[in-house]
């Protein structure tokens, strides 16, 4: 099993370019996540999706969507990038929505920088 | 609402050195109560859980008790190493109208030889 699995790893772009961040796991885990990593900050939850099909806002929704594009695979797209979203991204799952002692799975992460 | 609170790092040990990483949380509900570990370049991955007042999670000489009366989940162990040194966050999940886990801000350790 690879896990979870994130591309790409590193990633440059330009203010108001546009971006897809790709997320996959092989764990057949029903909900997935998508925070960013701020130094001093600590994880701060963007979006997740409980079960595939749905997603919802986390702490920090604005300048970002996503998709839940099948059980595996949740994608998650700057439509228009500023410098304020140069961050780490990270992908997260979890065997099931609703479990009290679940263990967060995470990706490697995505190291954006906007210019 | 929901936090989780660490102490600020970094924490800088010499090997075979005791660490307590300090956590407290906010003690609406019944969460469960989590460390996660974080070394260099890497995604975050579970270092041990408490899911009840009492519990104690361990892992790798890793320990955390759940401590309900003092509202803290304090990371501790016996004799750092090297390889120890990495980012720690401590974290809780619980039902508030929906399960999403809070994280601490992390405390970076650093151990030296």
């Known amino acids: 099993n690879a896990g979870v699995t994130q591309t790409p790893k590193f990633q440059v772009l330009k203010t108001g370019q546009s971006m897809t961040l790709q997320c996959a796991q092989d764990?057949?885990?029903?909900?997935m996540y998508w925070y960013r990593q701020d130094p001093g900050m600590g994880l701060r939850l963007i979006y997740y999706?409980?079960?595939?099909?749905?997603?919802d806002k986390g702490e920090v929704p604005n300048g970002y969507n996503v998709s839940r594009l099948n059980k595996r695979e949740f994608s998650l797209r700057l439509e228009s990038a500023a410098p304020s979203q140069t961050s780490v991204y990270f992908c997260?799952?979890?065997?099931?929505?609703?479990?009290?002692?679940?263990?967060?799975?995470f990706g490697p992460g995505t190291r954006l920088t906007v210019l | 609402g929901n936090s989780v609170t660490q102490m600020e790092g970094p924490v800088t040990l010499s090997e075979e050195a005791f660490l307590t990483i300090n956590c407290t949380y906010t003690?609406?509900?019944?969460?469960?109560l989590f460390w996660y570990v974080q070394y260099p370049g890497e995604g975050l991955q579970l270092l041990l859980k408490?899911?009840?007042?009492?519990d104690k999670g361990s892992n790798k000489g890793f320990e955390a008790t759940y401590r309900k009366e003092t509202t803290s989940f304090h990371l501790e162990k016996g004799s750092v190493q090297v390889s120890d040194s990495a980012v720690y966050f401590c974290?809780?999940?619980?039902?508030?109208?929906?399960?999403?886990?809070?994280f601490g801000r992390g405390t970076s350790l650093i151990v030296h030889p």
């Open positions: 997260a799952s979890t065997r099931e929505w609703g479990g009290p002692t679940d263990t967060q799975y």
């Open positions: 764990m057949n885990h029903n909900s």
């Open positions: 999706s409980a079960s595939e099909g749905t997603t």
């Open positions: 003690a609406t509900g019944y969460p469960s």
């Open positions: 408490a899911t009840k007042a009492d």
């Open positions: 974290a809780r999940l619980s039902y508030e109208g929906s399960y999403i886990p809070t």
